[in-house]
Structures are given as C-alpha cells and as structure tokens.
Nanobody, 121 residues
Framework: QVQLVESGGGLVQPGGSLRLSCAAS????????MRWHRQAPGKQRELVAAFTSAGNTNYADSVKGRFTISRGYAQNTVYLRMNSLKPEDTAVYYC???????????????WGQGTPVTVSS
C-alpha cells in the first residue's frame, strides 16, 4: 500500500521558519508532479506549491518569495521550506504526488495524512 508520510509541522512564532518533509513508501515508476496543499480551519484546501516532472515550480501568490518546494536526493521525497511565516499560514499541510506506480498503470493522485502548522505568538 502506498503511503506518503509528512513531517516537520509544529508551532512556530510569526516570522519563523519550518521545513516540511514528505516521503513516499514506494518508488514510483514515474512522478508527474509533487505538490503541497494546505487547509485552514473552515476553509477549502488550496494548492500552495508544486514541482513538476519538467523541473518547474509553481507557488500560490500568498506564499511566493517565502516558501520553496524542492525534491530530495531520494526521488520519492519532497520538501517545503517555509520562511517568514504568518498567522494566516496556519493550516494542515498535505503532500500529494501525481504518479504512475508501475509501468502501464494509470496515473493517479496519492495523498499524505497531513501535518499541522500553527503560527502564533
């Protein structure tokens, strides 16, 4: 069974930094995109950052210049470096891979369970 496991969340003061990690329990045949989403209380889940197989990165306007998505040396790992955190960044953060598990299988989305981030003084 495929699992994506996030870590690195926690409580941080405004202006602080955190680095989230996400590791898959398997090696995919191919990965099309690696993404971080977040869901704040009472709000819909939103895409925060994405890393595509072409090596492109995309960010939500609210995090541009503060967050950086990167891929680990292990190809099934992705990170989200978050700097200059604000109270409005408080949310549960989820990683998501769009991937093909084995050759000739259909691409699908895989999700982690989420890691909470709280930005508060």
């Amino acid at each position: 069974q495929v699992q994506l496991v996030e870590s690195g969340g926690g409580l941080v003061q405004p202006g602080g930094s955190l680095r989230l990690s996400c590791a898959a329990s398997v090696s995919f045949f191919s990965i099309f995109a690696m993404r971080w989403h977040r869901q704040a209380p009472g709000k819909q889940r939103e895409l925060v950052a994405a890393f595509t197989s072409a090596g492109n990165t995309n960010y939500a306007d609210s995090v541009k210049g503060r967050f950086t998505i990167s891929r680990g040396y292990a190809q099934n790992t992705v990170y989200l470096r978050m700097n200059s955190l604000k109270p409005e960044d408080t949310a549960v953060y989820y990683c998501n891979f769009r991937a093909r598990l084995i050759e000739n299988s259909d691409p699908r989305d895989y999700w982690g369970q989420g890691t909470p981030v709280t930005v508060s003084s």
